[in-house]
């Protein structure tokens, strides 16, 4: 390491002092950009997102016994989120004063189930998970029954508090 | 065409681009290396169009997730020549997955992976794994319903792996449901990102062509030895290489006008496909797919069995690692497919295996036939009674959307056109009220009544009514 014959040790340490310098200043640089793109980047991770409950509905348009699909917003849609923004459940109605609100997602990959009116079923169009009309799984891959989302009613309105896609 | 040639050698005088290119275009490569070897640099060629096309659509390509739909039907039906750059950045990535795959079947059946070129091959399976990546986004992109469901669908896989699963999800919605962050970080994948990683291990993957030399065609009983092979290799090309260019680029040059042609074609021909509907998520109607060059991947997934499921979506995609092992282990010896009856063997058993699941994927039985339609008369062979009752309850309670008669109907359970030959009314009974792992029990859902016309239906499934059906379908 000692490149300079008789400069005794200064030549060394002060080449290695510049070595770290090098190396010191160039990752300080690399820190210095990459700890707020990382941040930016992983954001997502640490942001709560607010729930709101949103109305789909006077009470009157669900007949009782009968399970429609009703489609809200998100909680804080952005603003180019467009059409992208609209979420959807299954919402049902047991009786005159009692709803439930089913996730659109199939609990085994997330695909949108579709009820099957006539035969009282939720089907799922990828890998044919079934489900009975309380969510419950019937057949094939569903790992366990469709998310029920909060649902309340006020001012003769129904409403489903917005919620995350469901992931198993 | 002097002042050019002048303004030209002032350029190379002073930048020195012909002393540093010329003798890269003119390496020596070794004798014999015929059409097989085109493979890798028509895959570039393939990345070129997908590079020149991208950065074409991406001036008109808004990547919002509420107008990105819009856009994209602006370019496929309204823009100047849209439709054609659309097909041919499709093609153009169908053209790329398949040139890849060849080209890391040639080089793995010709032994070229052994030493010293074991960094090309895995710079080589880095650069697959990128294609699959950018195929994958690319379909994303698209943004249209199948786009939105396929995000949810990678998100849900991605929440299968242990501990981190949960944030991965999160991360691949940025944020926890699909929405206007969703589309962005995808299009930044997929125009920033995996091309930069691509343009970078392509660097790398053509430094090392050309520092390890193209590998020679194998001879057999001339196995590798790594301490003589380097002093062999240079021996063999001061006496017998042949400059690249242009003696064998050429066959490149003309090869990838063929991938070009062929790309131009195509699009031209069959454009891209249609986008389906606007990506909203409470729109159900939906039968999100991959597209074709993952299909196979689709079946496998579909196809395990449940227990197995969460182990294959994580270590799957994990086994493109595998293929990093491949030069570490067999780096010596023979190179000659005539001494590796092992390597045709695992390139015949993975083809087979790809195409099988990939025909499995495109017919995805699994799936339930929501488009079938009521039986006809002519199928039931009769047009009122507990017999026909029964057939319209079949399609109303939904069995039809899973089982077939007669070639109508789903097939993700048994065909049920003969039935009543192999089972007895008792044990469709049992069948129909307790249902099975694929099947809902169907007792708290139907009245007694209703059982019984099923089974009227059900039992007059036999061969006979099917040959009468089919023999009445041919007379009229």
Known sequence: MNLKPGGGGFAHTRRELLV???????????????????????????????REWRSVGPIDRFPAGQTVEVSFEDASPQPWAGVSAETGAWLQRSSATEFVAFSLNCSHLG?????????????????????????????????????????????????????????? | MKLLTCIWNWIDDRSGISRALGPLLRHPVPPGTGWKYVFGSATLIAFLIQVVTGVALATVYVSSAGSAYKSLEFIS??????????????????????????????????????????????????LLGCVLMMGFTGQLLRWDQDGVWSTVIAAEQAGRVPVIGHWLAHLTFGGDTVGGATLSRFFAIHVFVIPALIFGFIGLHLYLVIHNGISEPPKAGHPVDPRTYRAWYKELLNRSGRPFFPDAG?????????VVAAVVVLAAIFHAPELSQPPNPAIVQAQPRPDWYLLWYYAVLALSPHYMENYLMVLLPLAIGLLFLLPVVFNRGERSISRRPWSVGVVVLA??????????????????DFDA???????????????????????RQGCENCHSIGGQGGHRGPDLTTVADRLTTEQMTVRILNGGTNMPAFGPILTSEGINRLLAFLGSRSINTHTSAKRETARN
């Open chain 1, 20 to 50: 770290i310098v090098n190396f010191g200043f160039a990752g300080l640089s690399a820190l210095l950009v990459g700890i707020p793109v990382i941040g930016f980047l992983f954001a997502p991770l640490f942001e709560k997102t607010a």
């Open chain 1, 111 to 168: 695909c949108p189930v579709r009820w099957r009116a006539d035969a009282k079923l939720f089907m799922c169009p990828c890998h044919g998970g079934i489900y009975y009309s309380n969510g419950s799984v019937a057949a094939g891959p569903p790992p366990r029954g469709l998310t029920r989302y909060p649902v309340r009613i006020r001012d003769g309105n129904v409403e489903i508090l917005t919620s995350p896609i469901p992931v198993t």
């Open chain 2, 77 to 126: 039906h309204q823009a100047t020549l849209g439709w054609l750059i659309r097909g041919m950045h499709y093609f153009g990535a169908s053209a790329m997955v398949i040139l890849v795959g060849i080209h890391m079947f040639r080089v793995f059946l010709t032994g070229s992976y052994k030493f010293p070129r074991e960094l090309n091959w895995l710079s080589g399976v880095v």
């Open chain 2, 250 to 258: 050429w066959r490149d040059v003309v090869f990838g006008f063929a």
């Open chain 2, 351 to 368: 083809t087979m295996s790809v195409v099988t699941l990939w025909v499995q994927g495109k017919r995805a039985t699994w799936s339930p």
């Open chain 2, 373 to 395: 339609q009521p039986l006809k008369a002519q199928t039931i062979g009769t047009a009122s009674g507990p017999v026909y009752e029964g057939a319209q309850l079949f399609f």
